[in-house]
C-alpha cells in the first residue's frame, strides 16, 4: 500500500471531465481532496492525498500524465526560506496540521512538509514571507 500527497494541474479543457472519478472506478485507488482551485476558464490545481496499491497507483499515475495532467508531489510546491524565517513561531499555532515545530534546543521552527497540505495559511501570516507557494 502506499499513499502520497501530489498536486495535479490540468489544463482548462479538462475542467470538466471526471478525472478523480476514474482513478477510484479505473485504478481502485483512494483519495482525500486537500485543496482545490478549480475555474472553468483557467488551469485546473488539485492537492490530494492518494492512495492504493503500489502498481495501481503508478498506473492511475501514468493515466493522469497520459490525459495531459502534469502532476507532481507536493513537497516540489511548498518551501521555507530558512534565510527570511527568524523563527518567530507565528506559523506554529495556525498551522491545522502541525507542518511547524520549534526546535527546543536552538529555538528554530523546523518545516516537516510531509505534513503540509498546501492550505496556505502560513503564506498570508508569515510576516518575513519565509514561506512559498508555487503552482
Not at 479538462?14 to 472553468?40: G, Q, T, Y
Not at 492504493?52 to 502534469?70: C, T
Not at 527570511?84 to 534546543?105: G, H, M, N, W, Y
Amino acid at each position: 500500500m502506499i499513499e502520497k500527497k501530489i498536486v495535479l494541474h490540468f489544463p482548462k479543457e479538462m475542467v470538466d471531465k471526471p478525472i478523480v472519478f476514474r482513478l477510484v472506478k479505473d485504478f481502485d485507488l483512494e483519495f482525500n481532496i486537500l485543496k482545490a482551485e478549480v475555474n472553468p476558464r483557467e488551469e485546473g490545481v488539485l492537492v490530494l492525498s492518494l492512495k492504493g496499491e503500489e502498481e495501481n497507483y503508478n498506473k492511475g499515475i501514468n493515466y493522469l500524465k497520459n490525459e495531459g495532467v502534469r502532476v507532481q508531489p507536493l513537497s516540489q510546491d511548498i518551501s521555507m526560506d530558512k534565510d527570511r524565517c527568524v523563527s518567530c513561531t507565528v506559523c506554529i499555532p495556525l498551522c491545522p496540521t502541525q507542518a511547524f515545530v520549534k526546535d527546543e534546543k536552538n529555538f528554530e521552527v523546523n518545516f516537516i512538509k510531509d505534513k503540509c497540505i498546501a492550505c496556505g495559511i502560513c503564506i498570508l501570516a508569515c510576516p518575513y514571507r519565509a514561506m512559498k507557494l508555487s503552482f
